[in-house]
C-alpha cells in the first residue's frame, strides 16, 4: 500500500458523549483508523454505536490494549481526569502516543491554532477542556497585542445533556486545568473559570464569555487579532464564531464565542464536544502526517 493511502490506527478509551462523538469524526479523517473501542459496559449507547459502525469493541478498559499492544499506533483517552493518571504510565511503558481529553493536565497542554507544530512530539498531548479549547485562543489573540494582562475571567455555557458523567465527576479539575492554560498562553496574573451546565429546553449551544481586566488597549489591534485567531480556529472547528465582538469599557474587555457541533453524534446545541474532539483529530491528524 502507498503512503498516500496508509492510516494511523487509533484506540478510543472511553465510551461516553466525548468518546463516541470522537470515533464518529474519525471515521471521516483520511489519515486516521478506529481499531479498537473500549468501554467498560458493553450495553452503553456509545458501544452499541461502534458495534453498529463495525468498529472493534471491548469492555476490558485499559486492559484491552495492556492484552493487545499492537492493536493500535495512538491512544485517545476520553475517560477521567483520575483514569488518566493511571493510565498514562501504561501507555507511555507501551510506547504509545496519547491524546488526553480529561483535564488531568498531565501532558502537554495543545491547543491547535496556537502550538500544534510545537506540541506534536510529545508522547502525551493534553487537549485542556472544552472551555480552555474555546478561551484560550480568544486569551493569547488580546495577548499578542497586549501584553499587560492583569485578571481573566471565563464563562462556558453548555446543555446539561451534553454533559455525562465523567464530565461531571472532574469539575474541580475542570476549573483548576483551564485556568491555568489560561493563565500559560495569555500570561494573565491571574484568572477565573465558570461552568454552567444548563437545563434549558430546547438545549442551548455552547456559548463562552472571555472577560479581561485591562487598563488600556487598543480596541482596533485587539479585534483584529481575534478575528485572525477566530478564522484559524475554524480551519477545525467550523461552527467556532464570533456573536458578541469586542467591546472596551471600564477597564473591562469582552468577548464572546458560541460553538455549534456538526451533530456526529448529539445535536448541534453539543458544540462543547466538538471543539475538544476536532482539536484532538487536529492533533492527532498531524502526528499522522508526519509519521507518514
Known amino acids: 500500500m502507498s503512503d498516500e493511502f496508509k492510516k494511523l490506527r487509533i484506540a478510543i478509551l472511553g465510551s461516553g458523549n466525548i468518546g463516541t462523538d470522537l470515533l464518529v469524526k474519525s471515521i471521516r479523517s483520511p489519515h486516521l483508523e478506529c481499531t479498537l473501542f473500549i468501554g467498560r459496559n458493553m450495553g452503553s449507547p456509545g458501544m452499541h454505536k461502534a458495534n453498529e459502525l463495525g468498529v472493534r469493541i471491548s469492555d476490558q478498559s ?36 496519547v491524546i488526553d481529553l480529561t483535564p488531568s493536565n498531565v501532558g502537554e497542554m495543545c491547543v491547535p491554532s ?16 472544552c472551555g480552555g479549547q474555546g478561551s484560550v485562543p480568544i486569551a493569547h489573540a488580546i495577548s499578542e497585542v497586549h501584553k499587560d494582562i492583569e485578571y481573566i475571567e471565563v464563562v462556558s455555557n453548555i446543555s446539561s445533556r ?89 477597564e473591562r474587555l469582552v468577548v464572546m464565542v458560541k460553538v455549534r457541533g456538526l451533530g456526529d453524534y448529539l445535536p448541534r446545541y453539543a458544540g462543547n464536544l466538538d471543539i475538544i474532539n476536532c482539536a484532538a483529530i487536529a492533533a492527532a491528524e498531524h502526528y499522522a502526517k508526519t509519521k507518514l
Not at 496556537?114 to 477542556?129: C, P, Q
Open 62 to 97: 485499559i486492559q484491552a490494549i495492556q492484552d493487545d499492544p499492537d492493536c493500535c499506533d495512538i491512544v485517545f483517552d476520553a475517560t477521567s481526569a483520575m483514569a488518566h493518571v493511571k493510565h498514562w504510565p501504561i501507555l507511555k511503558n507501551l510506547g504509545k502516543y
Open 114 to 129: 496556537i502550538n500544534l507544530r510545537e506540541k506534536s512530539s510529545a508522547m502525551n498531548v493534553n487537549m485542556i477542556t
Open 162 to 250: 451534553s454533559a455525562g458523567p465523567a464530565t461531571r465527576l472532574n469539575l474541580d479539575e475542570y476549573i483548576g486545568t483551564t485556568e491555568a492554560a489560561i493563565q500559560k498562553f495569555s500570561g494573565a496574573k491571574q484568572s477565573k473559570v465558570i461552568l454552567t451546565l444548563n437545563p434549558a429546553n430546547p438545549c442551548v449551544d455552547m456559548q463562552t464569555t472571555v472577560m479581561v481586566k485591562m487598563s488600556s488597549g487598543n480596541l482596533d489591534k485587539i479585534t483584529k487579532s481575534i478575528n485572525d485567531m477566530v478564522i484559524r480556529v475554524q480551519e477545525y472547528v467550523p461552527g467556532y464564531h464570533l456573536v458578541v465582538d469586542p467591546v472596551f469599557e471600564n
